[in-house]
């Protein structure tokens, strides 16, 4: 599935912050803007920078994942490079993956993270305007 085939995205970036270091607690906040027009807002703590933001992202959305792989390698070189973030994640017996690029590695997990939350809202609303609300009764034929 390509990011066109989902139509609008549920959830969108707003901002990150991060603290990390050797003598701290690594913690983010994250902010998201909803579809619907508003801002939420969320902090957490986690093993390191992109666990906590990850974190915040899931209590957000109310998405809970595991995550299978994450990797991050560089795309360009010199002082500007941009590094892409792969995340690969199941969620009800389904695989999913998104992909980002930024200058900022923690921004561009951010971002794919995030894609792989929209990618399973897609999913669940698609899911609800297919499935029919009950079976119609069955009506007698004649022979």
């Not at 199941?90 to 921004?107: L, M, P």
Request: hydrophobic residues 40%; charged residues 20%.
């Amino acid at each position: 599935i390509s990011a066109g085939d989902l139509g609008p995205s549920a959830w969108a970036l707003e901002a990150i912050t991060c603290n990390a270091g050797s003598a701290t607690i690594p913690s983010a906040v994250v902010c998201l803007w909803h579809q619907d027009g508003q801002i939420h807002r969320e902090a957490s703590c986690g093993d390191g920078p992109v666990d906590a933001v990850f974190k915040a992202i899931e209590r957000i959305t109310g998405v809970e994942v595991t995550l299978r792989d994450y990797r991050i390698r560089s795309v360009t070189v010199g002082e500007d490079a941009q590094g892409e973030a792969h995340v690969e994640a199941d969620h009800d017996g389904h695989t999913i993956s998104g992909r980002a690029v930024s200058t900022d590695v923690i921004e561009a997990s951010a971002l794919a993270f995030l894609q792989v939350i929209n990618r399973i809202v897609s999913r669940q609303a698609a899911g609800e305007r297919i499935r029919p609300t009950q079976n119609p009764p069955a009506e007698p034929v004649s022979a």
